[in-house]
């Protein structure tokens, strides 16, 4: 039976989860301020305004999805409606890590149609509007959703638990690695390194540059933790690989790129 103690934890570890995140990032922002002002992406600073209203609506969403994880996935659960187990051994630690990188995956897909779903004009308007009022987003835009979008992002892990078996400490592992994906998606600074983006194995991560761009524009780039999506549907911005270069001082890569969107 769930309780409002219950609840109470399920929130507080929702909280402090994004607290966490959040400002640890700024913080080390803030302490190599100097050290990463060539790795700024845009000129234009958040005013004390855009913080505000960024913790605010991220506290929110911590407690909806803190609220909706504890009845969607748990309550139910014990009702034997999804596919959530408790024991490890149960499919064993292969499945469990197997399970972790289908989840992750799973919800870049789910995330990216949600995402272009609600950049329809009603749903813009009603909903997703609110997010992008961070022209200039910071680590603290992590979670700073309208109720309606921040039920939306909720299902996710409710629904994967209906399709396949997921223990709760995949369910934890994929929820920190959410967090910590959204809030440097939302620094505003490209924190990849050069070497990383020089090699271009790494070429499938989203990056900083990626989602800031989103930022800007409004359009492009809706992809959380991976370029498919946006690479098979041409979706991405047409600056986006000349900005990453220029971004870390890449300066041989930009006019290549840039020549190299022209064409396509």
Same mark, same amino acid.
């Given at each position: ?17 994004? !607290? ?8 080390? =922002? ?12 845009? *000129? ?9 209203? @960024?913790?605010?609506?991220? $506290? ?7 609220? *909706? ?14 596919? $959530?187990?408790? %024991? !490890?051994? @149960? ?8 399970? $972790?990188? !289908? ?26 509007? $609110?997010?992008? !009022? ?6 603290? *835009?992590?979670y700073a959703f309208h109720p309606g979008e921040a ?23 994929w929820s920190i690695h959410m967090i910590v994906r %959204? ?5 505003? &600074? @490209? ?13 499938? =991560? ?14 492009? %780039?809706? +992809? ?12 991405? &911005?047409?600056?986006?690989? *000349? ?5 870390? +001082?890449?300066? +041989? ?12």
């Amino acid at each position: 039976m769930l309780t409002l103690a219950h609840l109470q934890n399920s929130m507080l570890h929702d909280v402090i989860k994004y !607290l966490l995140s959040a400002g640890a990032l700024a913080l080390l =922002l803030w302490l190599l301020r100097e050290r990463l002002q060539g790795r700024r992406l845009q *000129a234009r600073r958040p005013t004390p305004a855009n913080y505000r209203r @960024e913790i605010g609506w991220s $506290l929110l969403t911590a407690c909806l999805f803190a609220g *909706a994880s504890l009845v969607g996935i748990f309550w139910v659960a014990r009702q034997g409606w999804s596919q $959530l187990y408790w %024991n !490890l051994d @149960e499919y064993g630690l292969t499945y469990a890590g197997y399970s $972790l990188l !289908l989840m992750i995956v799973a919800h870049d897909a789910y995330f990216y149609w949600t995402h272009r779903l609600l950049h329809q004009p009603r749903l813009m308007r009603w909903a997703h509007r $609110l997010h992008h !009022l961070s022209r200039t987003p910071t680590p603290w *835009a992590a979670y700073a959703f309208h109720p309606g979008e921040a039920l939306l992002h909720t299902a996710f892990p409710i629904l994967f638990a209906f399709v396949l078996p997921v223990h709760p400490l995949v369910q934890l592992l994929w929820s920190i690695h959410m967090i910590v994906r %959204n809030v440097i998606g939302h620094c505003g &600074h @490209e924190l990849m390194p050069r070497w990383m983006i020089r090699s271009g194995w790494f070429d499938w =991560l989203t990056t900083t540059t990626h989602h800031d761009l989103h930022h800007q524009y409004g359009r492009h %780039n809706y +992809g959380l933790y991976f370029t498919w999506w946006d690479r098979w549907l041409g979706t991405e &911005h047409p600056e986006y690989r *000349a900005r990453l270069a220029s971004a870390v +001082g890449l300066t +041989g890569w930009v006019a290549a790129h840039r020549a190299e969107a022209q064409r396509g």
